[in-house]
C-alpha cells in the first residue's frame, strides 16, 4: 500500500478540478487478480446512468461514479469507481 490511511479520499464529493490523485483498482479475471495505479489531475467527476446487459425494470437505473483525469503527459483517461477502488491523494 502507497501512502497512509490519512491520505485516503473517502468519497468522490470531496474531489475537486485540480486535486492531483492516485487510484487504486483491484482487477481480477478469473483466479487471477492484480492491482493497477493511475496518478493523474483531477479534471471532473460525474455520476453517469447506464443500462445492464440483460433485462430489467424500464424505469430502474444503475449509476457509476467516473473520474476524468489529466495523466502527467497530457493524456486524458476516464477511471470507473467500484467498491474495491481505493482514492489517495499524490504526493
Known amino acids: 500500500m502507497i501512502g497512509s490511511e490519512l491520505d485516503t479520499i473517502?468519497?468522490?464529493e470531496?474531489?475537486?478540478p485540480?486535486?492531483?490523485?492516485?487510484v487504486e483498482h483491484r482487477v481480477t479475471v478469473g483466479s487471477k487478480?492484480?492491482?493497477t495505479r493511475t496518478v493523474g489531475t483531477v479534471?471532473?467527476?460525474e455520476r453517469?446512468?447506464?443500462g445492464l446487459h440483460f433485462d430489467?425494470?424500464?424505469d430502474e437505473k444503475t449509476?457509476?461514479?467516473?473520474i476524468l483525469l489529466e495523466l502527467p503527459d497530457g493524456e486524458l483517461t476516464t477511471v470507473t469507481l467500484d467498491e474495491f477502488t481505493v482514492i489517495r491523494r499524490a504526493r
Do not use: F, Q
Open 48 to 50: 453517469v446512468a447506464h
Open 14 to 16: 470531496e474531489l475537486k
Open 43 to 45: 479534471v471532473r467527476t
Open 56 to 58: 430489467r425494470a424500464p
Open 18 to 22: 485540480g486535486d492531483r490523485i492516485e
Open 10 to 12: 473517502p468519497c468522490i
Open 33 to 35: 487478480s492484480w492491482i
Open 63 to 66: 449509476y457509476s461514479d467516473v
